[in-house]
Structure formats: structure tokens, C-alpha cells
């Protein structure tokens, strides 16, 4: 079955760049989506279609793809940036597409 | 504003039925390109998809779980029904409605519930 690959963490201090991959075979061809999850909260959407940002969120978060990797960039992190972060694409090669979480990676602030 | 919330059960044995409800405020289903999904998370795992279902009466369904899902639509109250079968421990989870837009693959999930926690237990 398909596999959204992330890294479980990252650790960065602050002031530094934090970068987050998500990996899997189809990631070229779809558009990947990013969630940030802080603790007891419920997720909130950080990246949409690869790069682009919702209203309200931080010119500091962007997100970018090549190949089949695409990645989520942190600049300037602070503390309040530690979290959870999950991507997400649809599974298109079946018989019916589906949603896909990558397995989530805990960024944490040094 | 756009919110979502959840309502139903916080304990259910195994083998019982769980029904959820979603009730949407400051958005309707009936609104050409917008879905709404179910979305859980067992306590300290991550996030998995369920099910959603589209303003047309459209739905996608788990490919793991799809026997076991069923989601329907109340346009006349704005709301949106989960109901999961068979319920086991390992279901134990944080339940999210979500919304989703635009139409079609590529389509990500804009707002998000509070999520309402689901123990499975005798």
C-alpha cells in the first residue's frame, strides 16, 4: 500500500531554519498539503498545493517539491512553531482515489 | 465563521455501532465543491483518514476500513453522519469532522473540528 514517508523528528534551535521531507512515489504528479498539530489541539492547514499559504499563516512557513520529496521550510523558528507536522496527498492509482497522512514528524525547539 | 463540531458517544463497547455527528455553521453542503470528512487519531499515532462526502451526495470511503463505514448527509440540518461498525479497542481514537475544498484529488481539508475522543472499552 502506499507510504508517505516523513522523518518522526527534527530538532532546530531558535532563529535557525527547520526543513520537513515527505516522501512517496506519487508525490510528483499530486498536490501535497501540510498540517501543523500542536499539543491537545486539533491540526491546522500551514501549506496547501505544495506552496501556497492560507490566510493567517506566517510568511515563515513555505513549502516546496522535487522529484517525488517535497518538503515544508520553517525560517527564523520559534518556539511556538513546535509541533507535530503531517502531509497529505490523494492516492490517485486505484480503483478510487483516497486521502493519505504521511506518519507525522515532531519538530522540536532547541 | 466557519465551524464544525462533533457530537456523539465518548464510550462504546466492542463489537457496538459508533455514530457520529458533524453540525456545520457559517458554511452548507449544499455549496457546489465542498465536502466534508471524518478524520481520526489514536491517542499518540497519527492521522488517519476515514470517509468524506461531497455537496453532490458523492463519497470516498477508506480503502482499509470501507466495510465498515458508512457517511450520509442531512442538507435540511447542515449535518454530516458517521457511522462505524464493530467497534474495537484498537478504534479508540480522536474523531474529527473536517471540511474539504476544492472538488476532486488535490483537495485539502481547510477547517477542522475540535475532534471528540472515542474509547472503545467493556
Known amino acids: 500500500s502506499y507510504v508517505l514517508t516523513q522523518p518522526p523528528s527534527v530538532s532546530v534551535a531558535p532563529g535557525q531554519t527547520a526543513r520537513i521531507t515527505c516522501g512517496g512515489n506519487?508525490?510528483?504528479?499530486?498536490?501535497v498539503h501540510w498540517y501543523q498539530q500542536k499539543p491537545g489541539q486539533a491540526p491546522v492547514l500551514v501549506v496547501y498545493?505544495?506552496?501556497d499559504r492560507p490566510s493567517g499563516i506566517p510568511e515563515r512557513f513555505s513549502g516546496s517539491k522535487s522529484g517525488n520529496t517535497a518538503t515544508l521550510t520553517i525560517s527564523r523558528v520559534e518556539a511556538g512553531d513546535e509541533a507535530d507536522y503531517y502531509c497529505?496527498?490523494?492516492?490517485?492509482?486505484?480503483?478510487?482515489?483516497?486521502?493519505?497522512f504521511g506518519v507525522g514528524t515532531k519538530l522540536t525547539v532547541l | 465563521q466557519i465551524t464544525l463540531k462533533e457530537s456523539g458517544p465518548t464510550v462504546v463497547k466492542p463489537t457496538q455501532t459508533l455514530t457520529l455527528t458533524c453540525t456545520l455553521s457559517?458554511?452548507?453542503?449544499?455549496?457546489?465543491?465542498?465536502?466534508v470528512g471524518w478524520i481520526r487519531q489514536p491517542p499518540g499515532k497519527a492521522l488517519e483518514w476515514l470517509a468524506l462526502?461531497?455537496?453532490?451526495?458523492?463519497?470516498r470511503n477508506s480503502p482499509s476500513l470501507k466495510t465498515r463505514l458508512t457517511i450520509t448527509r442531512d442538507t435540511s440540518k447542515n449535518q454530516v453522519v458517521l457511522r462505524m461498525t464493530n467497534m474495537d479497542p484498537v478504534d479508540t481514537a480522536t474523531y474529527y469532522c473536517?471540511?474539504?475544498?476544492?472538488?476532486?484529488?488535490?483537495?485539502?481539508?481547510?477547517?477542522w473540528g475540535q475532534g471528540t475522543l472515542v474509547t472503545v472499552s467493556s
Open positions: 506519487n508525490i510528483g504528479s499530486e498536490n
Open positions: 498545493d505544495d506552496s
Open positions: 497529505q496527498v490523494w492516492e490517485t492509482n486505484s480503483d478510487q482515489p483516497y486521502v493519505m
Open positions: 457559517g458554511f452548507s453542503l449544499s455549496t457546489s465543491g465542498v465536502g
Open positions: 473536517v471540511r474539504l475544498i476544492p472538488y476532486g484529488s488535490g483537495s485539502y481539508f481547510d477547517y
Open positions: 462526502i461531497y455537496w453532490d451526495d458523492d463519497k
